[in-house]
Each structure stands twice: as C-alpha cells, then as structure tokens.
C-alpha cells in the first residue's frame, strides 16, 4: 500500500488487518504491532491462527466467512466477544479487564475482477467505554447498602430466568429470606447496628452463593435468592447452609457482638407457575417458618 | 406474527387504506412477467442464501416463497404497520445496501428475539455474567439480522449482477415510522417491496424481512431481469 492510504493506515488509532482467503496475513498497521508487540514484517505472510490460535473459533470464523462467502460485514461486538485479540490494557490496571475489551469489524475486499479477495479485521479499543458502561450497570442494580442486587433488577431478571427455563424445561428455584427479629435489632442497637447486620448477613449469603446464582435485597430485611439450574432439594440444601452460616456469624457493633438468624422459605418453578406465583408460594414457606418457631427452612412444593 | 395473521391483515386493509398501486400504474413501471421474474429470483435467491447460511456457517434458517409488491412512497409506513399489527412488541434491524440496486433491508423481529438468539454466540451464562443483558441480547439480535440480511441481499445482488456494500445494521426501535429513511418516503418515489418470512429452526424465532428499493433502481433492475430471463431464451 503506497501514498496517503497508506500513511492514514499507520496512523489512525484503530487496528487494521488484512487477511488473505487462507487466513494468512497480508498487512498489519502499527497500531497492531504496538499493542501486539508483533512487527509486521514477523507475522506478515504466516497464518493468523498461528499467532493468535484462540481467534479459530465458531464465533470467529462464522463472521469471517459471512464477509468471505456472503460479500457482507460482520460486526463482532465487545458484549458479545470482549476481544478477537488478547492485548493487554492500555494503562494502569482498571480492576475491571484484564484484556482491552475490543469492538471489532470484517468486510470483505474485491479484487478487480470483482472475486473477494482479502479479508479486512478493524479493532477498536472500547475497554474505557466497557468500565463506564460497566460501573452504571452496577449502580443501576445494585443496593448501596449491603451490595446485593436490588429489587429493580429482580423486577427485570425472575421474569426472564423463569422464561427460560421454562422454555428449556430445567430446574428454577427460588429462595426468601427474612431476618428474625430485626426490628429488635434496630430498636435495642440503633440504626447503625441494624445497617451493619443487614450488609453482614448480605456478606455471608453471597459468600455462599455459587457464581450463577443471585442475591436480591428484596425490602427491608427480606432477601430473594434466584437459583437457576437448580431443582427443589438442592434449593434446601442451600438455603439451610444459609441459615447455619448466619447461626454462627458474630457481628461486631460498637462494644457489642450482635448475633441474629434468618428464616427461610424455598419454591421451585412449576409449569403453570408466573414469576410472581413463583415468588409467592417461597414467600408462603417463608411465613410458615416466621409461625413455627423461626430460624428454619420451609419448602413449598 | 404467523404468514396468516399478516397476510390477513394486510388483504383487509389495503385497499382501505389504498396501499398499492393500481394494476396500470404498476404495469407501467414493471410489467407483470417482470414481477414474477423477479419473485422467482428471490426465491432462487433466498434458497441459496439458507443453504449456504447451513453449509458455510451452520445457521439453519427456512425462508417462504417471498412476494413482491409496488407500493406508493408515501404508504410505506402505513404498510408497515399494517404487516406488524397491532399485536406483540416488536424490534426492526434496518441496514442499508448500495450497489446497482440501492435501498434498504429490515427485519421484523418479535421484541423478545434476542435473549432467544444468544446461544448462537455461545454459552449463554458466560455472556450474561458481566449482567450486560439488554446489550447482549441487542447485539446477538444484530448480528443476526446482520448476517440474515447479508445473505439474503448478497445471494439476489449476485444472481442479478450486482455487487453490494452495506452500512452497519441499526436496530430501529418500536417506531415504525422512524424504521424508514426520510429518502424512501418521498411521496412521489415508488418502492419495489419485496417480502419473505423466515424462521431459524433451533431458536424458534420468526419473523419476516423486506427489502424495499427505490424508483432509481428500477431502471437498472428490469435490464437485470431482461438479462437473467434471456438466458433462458432462444
């Protein structure tokens, strides 16, 4: 490539890469060789995959072939993807990625004749973008206080989860939380006591959760647990570990040890189940619990 | 949004709403054979778009016999409407194409596609870890129509002669009106309407796509047919 093209090319912060129908390198602008730390001369005329084999993926190639076969441009999205290559962040470390996030591009290029020829990858850095975007999601769905989702975000994801898995016919089950007696806590202790226990608890519970599941500050003192791929007994099991968790927790307010325990109650979706019912027959078992002497699991089947 | 709610919908009204163009007028600017000759090559079309959109990149999608229509610029929105109805929400992935034959592809996806498309960009629970979902589901639904429009547009440019380029699809939201570049609207402009249904069979999704092409193209489009048809001939 010779002239402006080229110069513009080498310039723009944006990384340009041209392949050929065998995937093997034809052009690689400086800005891929900076955040690769591979020269262009070095990698210019061997396979990609050879450099970057975790690029030969389903994902990947799909894209690439719509532009090599199809003529058309493929779009492959930082949501989607977080990169096509693995550069390391730009920068002091972000505690967020440890790869720069990248929105990446294929379009095919003609040869004269009309034929595709080459295929063109552009990538952009869009790591900063990913962290705003990021941190407002999680102001958005998070409760200030103890750091579980909030309500909000139940609102939107018990519905969708429950969908889902009815549409893939597994296992939802949901768990409720209340903790005895709070308001004890909040009248004896004051309401900085109360807050400390409410994010201690929140603590525990999400130290015990697995990673798919969610913790959900429902209201006040009551918390909603969503466990998918999850069937009834296995539920119990969880919300009992909960419960001896919190049992034991000791919780440090001022010059005293405050110790509390939750009661709990456990649904599974059913078929015919909304959300909502779903959610009600947990609360169900959680209000036969609170009547039956506190600090237990109940499930409703 | 089934191929007989719609076409039930659109018998009813558009004579109503006078939506089409007269019998004369559209013999005017295409003849009937023209129409068929080009309802037959979207057809061939569009078979060797799902047929390569299995063998190339094993997404399996099953296309209807599509139609073809004229329709007057100024009533394209009010078609539009009257094809979605005034049931389910849905979303519409518009992207733009420029070649010989100029205009705009859209996609008319129930509203709720995109969670149902995200296994096609691999395991669902890794994408929604980073609790990224609406913009998950938008861009699985994205790129899908993307590809969708891509083979479909890039299979009929090649069997008439053409070759395409795009602008990256846009999701246009609820509003229909909005879904139409100002361009297209013109009142006086004719738009080629050429419509199929389509559904992607492990997903379960359905929808319908339509291409609509402006007056200028149509020039250039009847010497394409006339071309296609004459190999046939003599």
Known sequence: ?301 | MSEAIISEIKLANAAELDLFLSEESQQRIMSADERDTLQEMMNIAFGRAAASLAEVISIFVSLSVPCVQLLKGEKLTVYLEQMVGPGPEISIVEERFYGKMEGSAFLVFPADAGGQLVPLFGDEETLYEGEAREEVERDALLTTGGILIGACVGKLAELLGDQVSYSPAKLVAKTQGKAIPAALCNPDAVAIVLKTDFSFREESVQGFLFLVTSQESIGWLKEALAGFLSQYEG
């Open chain 1, 1 to 301: 490539m010779e002239g402006l093209p080229a110069q513009i090319l080498e310039i723009v912060d944006l990384g340009v890469v041209v392949l050929d129908t065998e995937f093997r390198v034809c052009y690689w602008n400086r800005w891929m060789a900076f955040h690769s730390g591979i020269a262009a001369e070095a990698i210019t005329g061997t396979p990609i995959f050879e450099s970057y084999p975790k690029l030969n993926t389903p994902e990947f190639l799909r894209g690439a072939r719509m532009s090599l076969t199809f003529g058309s441009p493929a779009v492959f999205p930082q949501s989607l993807h977080h990169y096509l290559f693995p550069f390391k962040v730009v920068g002091t470390p972000n505690g967020m990625f440890d790869l720069m996030q990248q929105h990446c591009t294929s379009a095919p290029l003609r040869e004269p004749d009309g034929e595709i020829g080459h295929l063109l990858i552009t990538v952009q850095d869009v790591t900063e973008r990913a962290i705003s975007q990021q941190r407002l999601r999680e102001l958005n769905i998070r409760d200030q206080l103890t750091g579980a989702y909030n309500r909000r975000y139940l609102d939107h994801r018990l519905p969708d989860e429950c969908k889902r898995h009815d549409r893939h016919h597994r296992s939802l089950s949901v768990i409720m939380i209340d903790i005895d007696f709070f308001k004890k806590v909040n009248d004896q202790h004051g309401h900085e006591a109360g807050d400390k226990v409410l994010s201690q608890v929140a603590g525990k519970l999400m130290a015990t959760v697995r990673k798919t599941d969610c913790l959900v500050r429902y209201g006040g003192e009551e918390f909603c647990c969503i466990l998918p791929e999850t069937p009834l007994e296995n539920a119990c099991v969880l919300a009992d570990r909960f419960r001896t968790s919190v049992e034991r927790l000791a919780i440090a307010a001022g010059s005293t040890e405050l110790r509390v325990t939750i009661s709990l109650g456990v649904a599974q979706l059913r078929p015919e189940d909304t959300h909502a019912t779903l959610l009600k027959r947990a609360d169900e078992g959680l209000y036969d619990a609170k009547q039956s002497g506190r600090n237990r699991v109940i499930a409703r089947t």
